[in-house]
């Protein structure tokens, strides 16, 4: 930490564009991903229920559902925040339109201080709900999109990083919906249960779900956590309503998990 402190504002206010594009890229920047949900939901998610007592204005399938995102961040230091901007609903974010994106027109349309490409992953709930109205689509570099959520990046993160299995927290308006039947793929670490909500194809683009079945014998787990695959016996609620939070990690694939509260 002695480093940190005699680092100088100007050298800081420098290495600021780095330091951004390595926090977001490093940690969990996952789809819209979100849960403060409404019931309690049993810690083994195969045989945890929730419901709703509102119903979303639309619903949309997803289960295998490409998806990419792109991160605008803006903002002055100490009091920075990056607009998620999701392919969800809208295109299965075509290959060759997302790697001839150029980020710095990007960057110059929105304005930003930096700009963070996140994808192509792959949703795994079933369907997912929205209980606001979503804004308008809007073109990025050629690709359709469609605002969806907005990280806060505090001075702590931005100076120190995550690291994989760190928790994050986003703020979102959303139900996400896991079937009966479906398989689903946890984290538990302590009494903390996360699901799996999206792999990614950025570390291993030939990452699919069948390779989901075995990942534990990839991952680097740290002591204390699991990777376990289950059938679900009920179907699995996951629900923010305004001003909700929601609980992520992420593994060493970039594949995002979010906490069943």
Known sequence: MCFIATISLTKFLNMKKHIL???????????Y???NTKNTIPPHPETGTGSSSQKPIKMVNTRDARYCEILTIS????????????TLGVNDCPETV???????????DFQAKSVVMNGPRVFLMDSVGQFNMPPPKVDIGGIEMIERAHLDVDLKTLLMGKKPYDEQIVKRTTMYIFNTGSSVYLL????????????????D?????????TLANVLKLPSGWTYETKKLDEALILETKENGKAYLVQDEL???????Q
């Open 205 to 213: 683009p030939d990452l699919n779900e069948e390779k989901l079945k």
């Open 254 to 260: 970039q594949n995002s998990y979010q906490k069943i």
């Open 75 to 86: 903002g002055n230091i100490g009091n920075m925040v990056a607009t998620v901007y999701n």
């Open 98 to 108: 997302w790697k001839n994106i150029d980020k710095e027109k990007v960057k110059k």
């Open 21 to 31: 594009i390595i926090l977001f890229i490093g940690i969990i920047i996952f789809g």
């Open 33 to 35: 991903s979100y849960s």
């Open 188 to 203: 538990r670490h302590n009494t903390d249960t996360y699901i799996m909500q999206s792999y990614a194809k950025i570390v």
